[in-house]
């Protein structure tokens, strides 16, 4: 069993994929920008008609598995990027667009919502359906199925509570730990927060940013996906496009909800560890970046959903009144924060 390995060390100036990408494709570069923002591990290069992506991977082995991955779902259609080439450590892959899907949920409303979000997860499972093919699967590594790593998950409402000066109320944290176990037979993106995909010229919902990929029971990136706090629909709501899409079902719901819980939880202690450093920040700076949400509606909607989700489950249940709390308190300072001086 691996965990997802720690993330790339700091790329290099933007100047130099410029460079590369010249020498790569033999046009000039007009510009480049930041998707993410400055210094972020990819970057936006624009040519003359068109713009690509360059994306900075210290480690060769984990730039290598993304360029198997990228290349296996495109011949099969998938909704991703196509990677377009490798030159002086900076691999090239298509343009996905910048319309986050954050972005593009928030600017929706009522049915046009619920369909965007329906087609964010139908995109995801085609993904997984296409990773399945041609024998690629029985060579992923199983991630985040160990017992450390679980138990560590497991213990983030003890961790939440302190920082919130707010107690985590008594939960078995080893048997909620064990109830998050699975038999890793499914394609997992890992990190299939809404901020990594975007809503392409086509109305295709495209999803990038692939190091961390593995086999796991499956449901956990639609647990990654509705419990962010830029997930703008209620968890009732959530459920229900969960089960008419597919993606979350029958005896898959269980460990659905348990890893959704926490990883609401998870969200909520990096906002307030966050918060703490910086203060709190704009939240359409974040989303468009995707940085942290560190702002008080974004904190009460990631609390308020896990509640809502923990309420569902037996192991969970225990948290459901503690987290409400959090999310009422978040937005009693929102009001705050919103009355004039």
């Known amino acids: 069993m691996t965990t997802p390995p720690p993330k790339n060390s700091g790329p290099p100036a933007a100047e130099t994929a410029a460079r590369a990408a010249e020498a790569l494709f033999g046009q000039r570069v007009e510009r480049i920008t930041g998707p993410g923002g400055a210094r972020r591990a990819s970057v936006r290069v624009h040519f003359d008609d068109h713009s690509v992506i360059a994306s900075w991977r210290a480690d060769p082995d984990r730039r290598a598995r993304e360029i198997a991955l990228l290349t296996h779902l495109t011949q099969a259609g998938a909704d991703v990027p196509r990677p377009l080439g490798l030159q002086d450590g900076w691999s090239f892959q298509t343009d996905a667009g910048s319309r986050r899907l954050t972005s593009a949920l928030l600017r929706r409303e009522g049915a046009a919502r619920d369909d965007l979000a329906a087609a964010a997860c139908e995109s995801l499972l085609r993904i997984k359906s296409a990773a399945r093919g041609g024998g690629f699967l029985a060579g992923l590594p199983v991630i985040a199925n160990g017992a450390d790593w679980l138990a560590r998950f497991a213990d983030g409402p003890r961790h939440l509570g302190r920082l919130l000066h707010r107690p985590a109320p008594d939960y078995d944290a080893q048997v909620l730990a064990g109830g998050m176990t699975s038999l890793p037979l499914s394609f997992i993106k890992w990190d299939a927060r809404p901020g990594n995909a975007a809503l392409s010229d086509d109305g295709r919902v495209i999803w990038f940013d692939w190091e961390d990929y593995g086999r796991r ?87 308020a959903n896990g509640a809502a989700l923990a309420t569902r489950d037996a192991l969970t249940e225990p948290l459901a009144r503690w987290l409400d709390e959090v999310a009422h308190a978040a937005r009693t300072e929102a009001r705050a924060r919103a009355m004039p001086d």
């Not at 899409?245 to 990883?263: K, M, N, Q």
Request: glycine share 6%; hydrophobic share 45%; aromatic share 10%.
């Open 217 to 303: 029971a499956g449901v956990e990136d639609a647990a990654f996906l509705v419990a962010d706090e830029f997930w703008p629909i209620s968890a009732a709501r959530s459920l229900e496009i969960l089960d008419a899409t597919g993606f979350v079902t029958g005896r898959r719901l269980p460990l659905f909800l348990r890893f959704a819980v926490l990883h609401a939880v998870h969200r909520c202690r990096l906002i307030v560890a966050q918060r703490d450093r910086h203060g709190w920040a704009d939240p359409d700076h974040a989303r468009r970046y995707d940085r942290i949400g560190t702002d008080p509606d974004l904190l009460a909607t990631c609390a």
